[in-house]
């Protein structure tokens, strides 16, 4: 199927090749053992300008879209889980500061991402709307030179990491009262703490942490689009960038177990009756129906990255089903793979233990897989999704 994608792509997951090789699966293990942030994969990626892959070309960047992003975070998931949503996590970041980026905000935000220097993040999800992260709770007070800014975000990927946060708001201020509004926050904003890390089944390695903003002052230019505009940047930009970088992710772990299920097959034998693993009828069975779950997957993703890139009609429901896919992909694979794996993959913390902790984050990070099967029914008949 790679031979189907533009040639400047192919390129760029090239390069991230061979960076997941040299640099970034030598620590993978160390990661999630450690629940380390990966600062050398994203350091890596920097220098070799793969932070600024949703970065339009004219300020520095790759210009690439919804194909582009979940062929290079599939690339490194496959690899390093965590750096994968970290790095998905910045590009979907990136994608929503660049949507309606000012002058200001180009200068001092896409050029430095570009140049490799800035990573940015998503802060939406709150406690008291959970799984609905379109409706946050943290208010946004305006003031003749700025704005005022107070609530707790959680479960902030790249959380006290990052260069800067997209945080999403709600209005106070009488004549505004209920806009929702999305903002730039610096990582040194007065008013911005850090609560405990949590720790997490799988992905250890991205430092989610919650957010305190109390009180915390950001200048005007640093509004994302017009007062109000929030709901726009959440259903046009933040979910199909983040659905496509995760189902990128998901679909590198997929890879990542059927890769480690053919290995299995091919090096086990008994020494009682020599037979090998592969020989075995119920096991091929098992192993084709992994193969074709993820060249289904593969294809329902690629296919969602072209029709979102390319504006088509139809493209929502295909948006919206495939992070659903390649998350039940991804947990189905790990599961097979740990059964043909046998003993030592069932040992604490064996490389298919990880990926099927890592795979799990696939059903509850929002939107999540019972939402989106829900909002895809929904698109398909023709209903808003909300
Ligand atoms: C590894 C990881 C990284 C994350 N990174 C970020 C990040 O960088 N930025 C960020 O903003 N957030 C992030 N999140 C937050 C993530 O989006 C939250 O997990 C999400 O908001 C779910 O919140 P909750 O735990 O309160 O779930 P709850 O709201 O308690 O939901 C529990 C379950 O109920 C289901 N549910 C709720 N309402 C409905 C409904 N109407 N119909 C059907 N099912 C429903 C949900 O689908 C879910 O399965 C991350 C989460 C994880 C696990």
Same mark, same amino acid.
């Given at each position: 199927?790679?031979?189907?994608?533009?040639?400047?792509?192919?390129?760029?997951?090239?390069? &991230?090749?061979?960076?997941?090789?040299?640099?970034?699966?030598?620590?993978?293990?160390?990661?999630?053992?450690?629940?380390?942030?990966?600062?050398?994969?994203?350091?890596?990626?920097?220098?070799? %300008?793969?932070?600024?892959?949703?970065?339009?070309?004219?300020?520095? %960047?790759?210009?690439?879209?919804?194909?582009?992003?979940?062929?290079?975070?599939?690339?490194?998931?496959?690899?390093?889980?965590?750096?994968?949503?970290?790095?998905?996590?910045?590009?979907?970041?990136?994608?929503?500061?660049?949507?309606?980026?000012? %002058?200001?905000?180009?200068?001092? *935000?896409?050029?430095?991402?570009?140049?490799?220097?800035?990573?940015?993040?998503?802060?939406?999800?709150?406690?008291?709307?959970?799984?609905?992260? *379109?409706?946050?709770?943290?208010?946004?007070?305006?003031? $003749? !030179?700025?704005?005022?800014?107070?609530?707790?975000?959680?479960?902030?990927?790249?959380?006290?990491?990052?260069?800067?946060?997209?945080? $999403?708001?709600?209005?106070?201020?009488?004549?505004?009262?209920?806009?929702?509004?999305?903002?730039?926050?610096? #990582?040194?904003?007065?008013?911005?703490?850090?609560?405990?890390? @949590?720790?997490?089944?799988?992905?250890?390695?991205?430092?989610?942490?919650?957010?305190?903003?109390?009180?915390?002052?950001?200048?005007?230019?640093?509004?994302?689009?017009?007062?109000?505009?929030?709901? @726009? *940047?959440?259903?046009?930009?933040?979910?199909?960038?983040?659905?496509?970088?995760?189902? %990128?992710?998901?679909?590198?772990?997929?890879?990542?177990?059927?890769?480690?299920?053919?290995?299995?097959?091919?090096?086990?034998?008994?020494?009682? $009756?020599?037979?090998?693993?592969? !020989?075995?009828?119920?096991?091929?069975? #098992?192993?084709?129906?992994?193969?074709?779950?993820?060249?289904? &997957?593969?294809?329902?993703? #690629?296919?969602?990255?072209? #029709?979102?890139?390319?504006?088509?009609? !139809?493209?929502?429901?295909?948006?919206? $089903?495939?992070?659903? !896919?390649?998350?039940?992909?991804?947990? @189905?694979?790990?599961?097979?793979?740990? &059964?043909?794996?046998?003993?030592?993959?069932?040992?604490?913390?064996?490389?298919?233990?990880?990926?099927?902790?890592?795979?799990?984050?696939?059903?509850?990070?929002?939107?999540?897989?019972?939402?989106?099967?829900? @909002?895809?029914?929904?698109?398909?008949?023709?209903?808003?999704?909300?």
């Amino acid at each position: 199927m790679e031979h189907l994608l533009p040639a400047r792509l192919r390129s760029l997951q090239e390069i &991230t090749a061979a960076l997941v090789e040299t640099r970034i699966a030598p620590q993978a293990s160390l990661v999630d053992e450690t629940s380390q942030w990966p600062a050398h994969s994203m350091k890596a990626l920097g220098e070799a %300008g793969l932070l600024g892959l949703t970065v339009p070309e004219a300020f520095g %960047g790759h210009g690439q879209g919804l194909l582009g992003l979940s062929v290079i975070t599939e690339t490194i998931a496959g690899a390093c889980p965590s750096s994968a949503l970290c790095f998905g996590m910045h590009c979907v970041g990136t994608a929503v500061i660049a949507a309606k980026a000012t %002058g200001f905000q180009q200068e001092r *935000y896409l050029r430095e991402i570009a140049e490799g220097r800035h990573i940015t993040t998503l802060a939406l999800s709150e406690h008291g709307s959970g799984a609905h992260f *379109y409706l946050p709770e943290t208010t946004l007070d305006v003031e $003749s !030179d700025g704005f005022v800014i107070s609530g707790t975000k959680q479960f902030v990927t790249n959380g006290g990491q990052a260069d800067s946060y997209v945080v $999403s708001t709600v209005a106070r201020s009488e004549g505004d009262s209920g806009d929702f509004s999305c903002v730039i926050v610096d #990582r040194d904003a007065e008013g911005v703490t850090w609560l405990d890390h @949590w720790k997490g089944f799988g992905m250890r390695g991205n430092s989610s942490r919650p957010m305190r903003l109390d009180q915390t002052r950001v200048p005007q230019e640093n509004l994302l689009g017009e007062k109000g505009d929030q709901v @726009w *940047y959440v259903f046009e930009v933040v979910a199909p960038f983040f659905l496509m970088a995760m189902a %990128g992710t998901y679909l590198g772990l997929a890879q990542a177990a059927l890769d480690a299920a053919g290995e299995h097959l091919r090096a086990r034998r008994y020494s009682h $009756s020599g037979e090998s693993l592969r !020989d075995v009828e119920s096991l091929q069975v #098992r192993y084709a129906e992994m193969w074709t779950a993820v060249q289904k &997957t593969r294809a329902l993703i #690629r296919e969602a990255g072209r #029709r979102g890139d390319t504006g088509h009609p !139809d493209a929502l429901p295909w948006i919206l $089903s495939c992070k659903a !896919d390649a998350g039940e992909t991804a947990v @189905w694979l790990a599961n097979e793979a740990m &059964t043909i794996c046998g003993g030592a993959a069932y040992r604490d913390n064996s490389r298919i233990a990880q990926i099927l902790r890592d795979a799990r984050a696939a059903h509850v990070m929002s939107p999540t897989t019972d939402l989106l099967k829900q @909002w895809t029914g929904r698109s398909l008949l023709g209903l808003p999704l909300l």
